[in-house]
């Protein structure tokens, strides 16, 4: 476990609601003695301008890695970039675009390729998805749920896979519970989130051939910034303060507490370690113990 000071951060992804938070403050758990595990290293995180992906790329500039992030706002790039600089860490190179495409993947693989021409780490922790009734939802938020998470994540893979497998380097997808836990009232996001599991255990196959570790994250609910805005929209209908909602929410999922982006950047640096390199194809869950089944 780290111990130790936290400096600053928080911003939002949720799993079950789309909203547009605004930056929040960066968090970051620091260990006494911060070693330079990953200095000289270049690592990508898409979704890197908020939330868990932006507490990921601190938690990699704070062991002295180069951080990339790309995301679809530059203004919130800059900011995420900014925090994460405040710390004393590497500021991270930004890259905006629409990864929804493969033109916009395709721009994070040139800038990387040529300012840094390697990659040693790619975290897809982009894309968050629509919950709602299955009859009320249209195609297009089927579509745009796959767009993002899913085929950004298949296609900065495919992308950037030769720069992986000559780093002999690490992926990471941040995927979600709700892969395990399907959901009447999450339907997409449980169907992308499973597509993606399935994704990372193939992949792995070939991971396995080109010395590319590849696994992923299944996060719980994680405080963030779009959490706190929806707890904010609960308190404002419910006449409670954001506390209680938020004590609410824990008992309900039957938790001792939220999660925090920091504990998913701590696995998240475990599995890119050279520790976890007999850790292949696997999906771990970073959820309080909230995952009732086995699986």
Same mark, same amino acid.
């Given at each position: !476990?780290?111990r130790g000071?936290?400096?600053?951060?928080?911003?939002?992804?949720?799993r079950?609601?789309?909203?547009?938070a605004?930056?929040?403050a960066?968090?970051?758990l620091k260990? *006494?003695? !911060?070693e330079?595990? %990953?200095a000289?290293?270049?690592?990508?995180?898409s979704?890197?301008?908020?939330?868990?992906?932006?507490?990921?790329?601190?938690?990699?500039?704070?062991?002295?890695?180069q951080?990339?992030?790309?995301?679809?706002?530059?203004?919130?790039?800059?900011?995420?970039?900014?925090?994460?600089?405040?710390?004393?860490?590497?500021?991270?190179?930004v890259?905006?675009?629409?990864?929804?495409?493969?033109?916009?993947?395709?721009a994070?693989?040139?800038?990387?390729?040529a300012?840094?021409?390697?990659?040693?780490?790619?975290?897809?922790?982009?894309?968050?998805?629509?919950?709602?009734?299955f009859?009320?939802?249209?195609?297009a938020?089927?579509?745009?749920?796959?767009?993002?998470?899913f085929?950004?994540?298949?296609?900065?893979?495919?992308? %950037?896979?030769?720069l992986l497998?000559d780093?002999?380097?690490?992926?990471v997808?941040?995927?979600?519970?709700a892969?395990?836990?399907p959901?009447?009232?999450?339907l997409?996001?449980?169907?992308?989130n499973?597509?993606m599991?399935?994704?990372t255990?193939g992949?792995?196959?070939?991971?396995?051939?080109?010395g590319?570790n590849?696994?992923?994250?299944? *996060?719980?609910?994680?405080?963030?910034?779009r959490v706190?805005q929806?707890?904010?929209?609960?308190?404002?209908?419910?006449?409670?303060t !954001?506390?209680?909602?938020?004590?609410?929410?824990?008992?309900?999922?039957?938790l001792n507490?939220?999660?925090?982006?920091?504990?998913?950047?701590?696995?998240?640096?475990f599995?890119?370690s050279?520790?976890?390199?007999?850790?292949?194809?696997?999906?771990i869950?970073?959820?309080g113990?909230?995952?009732?089944g086995?699986?």
């Amino acid at each position: !476990m780290l111990r130790g000071s936290i400096v600053h951060l928080r911003r939002g992804n949720v799993r079950n609601c789309r909203l547009h938070a605004a930056p929040v403050a960066l968090r970051i758990l620091k260990e *006494p003695r !911060m070693e330079q595990t %990953f200095a000289g290293k270049v690592v990508v995180v898409s979704g890197g301008s908020r939330g868990i992906g932006q507490g990921i790329a601190a938690a990699f500039a704070a062991r002295g890695a180069q951080t990339v992030l790309a995301a679809s706002s530059l203004a919130n790039l800059h900011l995420a970039a900014d925090a994460i600089a405040r710390t004393g860490a590497l500021r991270p190179e930004v890259v905006a675009g629409d990864l929804r495409t493969e033109a916009g993947c395709k721009a994070v693989l040139e800038v990387v390729a040529a300012k840094f021409a390697r990659c040693d780490v790619l975290v897809n922790s982009a894309g968050a998805t629509r919950a709602g009734a299955f009859l009320d939802l249209p195609d297009a938020a089927w579509q745009d749920g796959f767009a993002l998470k899913f085929f950004g994540c298949v296609n900065l893979c495919r992308l %950037f896979w030769p720069l992986l497998k000559d780093a002999q380097g690490h992926v990471v997808n941040i995927i979600g519970g709700a892969a395990r836990t399907p959901d009447a009232g999450f339907l997409i996001g449980g169907s992308v989130n499973a597509a993606m599991h399935n994704f990372t255990k193939g992949l792995s196959g070939l991971g396995k051939r080109d010395g590319v570790n590849v696994n992923a994250i299944l *996060p719980g609910l994680t405080e963030t910034g779009r959490v706190a805005q929806l707890f904010q929209q609960r308190a404002a209908a419910s006449g409670r303060t !954001m506390d209680e909602e938020r004590q609410a929410q824990v008992a309900r999922e039957g938790l001792n507490r939220l999660g925090q982006p920091e504990d998913v950047a701590a696995l998240a640096i475990f599995l890119c370690s050279e520790a976890a390199r007999h850790i292949q194809g696997t999906a771990i869950a970073v959820d309080g113990g909230g995952t009732p089944g086995l699986y």
